[in-house]
């Protein structure tokens, strides 16, 4: 295969996530097998402003598909989200003699390398890297699989002091704008509810019923699972009002105190999700993203993600990705509402 580039970057951006490490170092490799070279940009964004480089080989990547984190450092650019700012970056693609970006991250980023190649002559992929998992256009995102395992592991610890003593646990978990790992981490730990940013949560329905059934089923332990982005109905409109005062987690727990009478702890697990060695999963879907990215910018193709649909690892048009939107998986929501809503009394 003749390859249509000749020197490529890669970058991460945005929040870092378990098996950015593998992509790049992914990347790096394809690019040696092909004979493309390849320049890691640190920082990301800023770091293609500000020429904060390196040369990689593929002794540069070495023993690092097994750590978290991203050894290109990650960051958010203010100043590329102007054109004066992608100007400069533009300036050091030509400076290096780059003819593509990988860039590993979230919707964020994607926008970023549309932005950028929408105004320059440079081809860009986009790998996608967020433990959310909350990218419309791919079943899956790395890291996500390492955060929900990171997730009900602590889940299961703080369930044996909570067993205990009888209380009642709150236990946040990333999920700004997503619930997909609420979700998904409150079936896996049998959680007795879950609030999540896409359904405006309603006290009595969503905790005090299903608590309640609980007790009457003999449990006299109850734990429920909260994105940090869910958001209450306070009223009995559908006005979606983020919940302020310490996050929605603490007023879940002064309510359940208040009007339940228990004396429930919150646990808030916030960035240590995001890091730890990445699952076996992650590692090889980062590799095979990263294998991908590099052969699609090897066959002249731009603008496109990498993702993974039905088990399958394909590129999309980036524009048409960005445009769908992410949806909590309905199988997994009707899994919960069986699981919750099924004790024997």
């Not at 390859?3 to 490529?8: A, L, P, Q, T, Y």
């Not at 958010?76 to 003819?99: I, P, W």
């Not at 299961?156 to 009642?168: A, F, G, I, L, P």
Request: charged share 25%; net charge neutral; proline share 2%.
């Amino acid at each position: 295969m003749t390859n249509k580039v000749k020197r490529i970057g890669v970058l991460t951006s945005g929040g870092d996530a378990p098996g950015m490490n593998a992509a790049v170092r992914a990347v790096v490799r394809t690019c040696v097998y092909l004979g493309i070279e390849v320049i890691g940009i640190r920082r990301g964004w800023n770091g293609l402003i500000n020429g904060d480089i390196m040369y990689m080989k593929g002794s540069d990547v070495a023993h690092i598909i097994n750590r978290g984190g991203t050894i290109l450092y990650t960051a958010r650019s203010d100043e590329f989200r102007t054109k004066e700012g992608r100007k400069k970056a533009y300036n050091t693609c030509k400076l290096l003699g780059l003819d593509g970006i990988v860039a590993i991250g979230g919707d964020g980023t994607f926008a970023g390398c549309l932005a950028f190649s929408s105004e320059y002559p440079i081809s860009v992929i986009g790998i996608p890297a967020t433990i959310d998992n909350d990218i419309g256009c791919s079943h899956y995102s790395l890291g996500y699989d390492t955060a929900a395992n990171t997730a009900i592991e602590s889940i299961d610890k703080v369930r044996d002091t909570m067993q205990s003593h009888e209380r009642c646990s709150v236990i946040e978990v990333m999920g700004h704008r997503a619930g997909n790992l609420a979700q998904y981490v409150g079936i896996a730990t049998g959680a007795t509810a879950v609030l999540v940013p896409e359904n405006p949560w309603n006290f009595d329905e969503d905790i005090a019923e299903k608590i309640r059934a609980a007790r009457f089923a003999g449990r006299t332990h109850f734990m429920v699972i909260v994105a940090e982005g869910a958001k209450r109905n306070s009223d009995g409109s559908l006005d979606n009002e983020v919940v302020g005062n310490g996050g929605a987690a603490q007023q879940v727990a002064e309510m359940i105190q208040e009007e339940l009478g228990l004396d429930p702890r919150v646990t808030v697990l916030g960035h240590i999700q995001r890091g730890g060695s990445p699952t076996a999963r992650d590692r090889v879907t980062a590799t095979r993203m990263g294998y991908a990215a590099v052969m699609a910018l090897a066959q002249g193709k731009t603008n496109r993600v990498i993702v993974q649909w039905e088990g399958k690892t394909m590129d999309v048009d980036m524009a048409e990705g960005l445009k769908m939107k992410n949806v909590l998986s309905e199988e997994e929501i009707n899994v919960l509402k069986a699981m919750t809503g099924s004790y024997d009394r």
